[in-house]
C-alpha cells in the first residue's frame, strides 16, 4: 500500500494569541514536538512562517489512521497555551492545496498542507 504523506506548506498568522504581539510557536503531530527542530518559532500577525525559507514539513500518515497537528504558544511561566488542532487524513489525498484554521484563546492562524 503506498503511503500517505502530508506536507505542510506554510503557516499564516492573522492574530497573535499573546497580548505583546508576538507568539512563541512550536507544532507537536500526534504529540509529539517536531516544528522547529530545536525551541520556538516566533510570529506576529501578517507573517509567514518561515520567513526564510520555503516551509516544507513532512509527516507519515499510517495507513487508515491520520496525523493531528497542534499549534501551541509558549508561555512562561503560565502553561503552553493550546492553539488549536487539525487531523490530517489519508482521503485528503488528491484534493490540492487544503487550509485549516487555528482559532483558540482567540488566535488565528491558518494552515496550508497537502496530502500526497
Ligand atoms: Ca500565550
Ligand atoms: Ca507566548
New binding site residues.
Given amino acids: 500500500m503506498p503511503r500517505s504523506i502530508a506536507v505542510l506548506t506554510n503557516l499564516h498568522c492573522f492574530a497573535t ?2 497580548d505583546g504581539g508576538t ?1 512563541e510557536l512550536y507544532m507537536t503531530a500526534n504529540g509529539h514536538r517536531f516544528w522547529p527542530d530545536h525551541g520556538i518559532f516566533s510570529m506576529s500577525n501578517g507573517e509567514d512562517a518561515p520567513n526564510n525559507a520555503p516551509m516544507h514539513l513532512e509527516q507519515i500518515i499510517p495507513p487508515g489512521g491520520s496525523v493531528r497537528i497542534e499549534l501551541f ?1 509558549a ?1 512562561s511561566p503560565d502553561q503552553d ?1 493550546n492553539l488549536g488542532a487539525v487531523t490530517i487524513r489519508e482521503f485528503d489525498a488528491g484534493h490540492g492545496d487544503l487550509t485549516a484554521d487555528f482559532t483558540a484563546d482567540e488566535a488565528h492562524y491558518r494552515l496550508t498542507y497537502h496530502v500526497e
Fill in positions: 494569541e499573546d507568539d504558544d508561555d497555551d
